[in-house]
């Protein structure tokens, strides 16, 4: 399922993919699947994404996922 939620955390702070995966050393693919719902993030790579666009990072494990 889609995280729309986190597209939309991304876009409101005028980011591309490839900053965020850049920023926490990731491919842009790898992240591109983490948005598209495809993959879960490893808890320290959604640490880095928490951290760098500011929600907490156990949002990519709650069981519904975040909501914005």
């Avoid at 990731?26 to 598209?36: D, K, M, P, W």
């Avoid at 320290?44 to 996922?65: Q, S």
């Amino acid at each position: 399922m889609e995280r729309v939620w986190l597209r939309k955390l991304r876009n409101n702070r005028g980011l591309t993919q490839d900053e965020v995966a850049e920023n926490c050393r990731i491919s842009r693919a790898y992240y591109t699947q983490i948005e598209a719902g495809n993959r879960r993030p490893s808890p320290e790579v959604a640490m880095c994404i928490g951290k760098f666009l500011d929600f907490p990072w156990t949002n990519f494990f709650e069981e519904d996922e975040y909501q914005i």
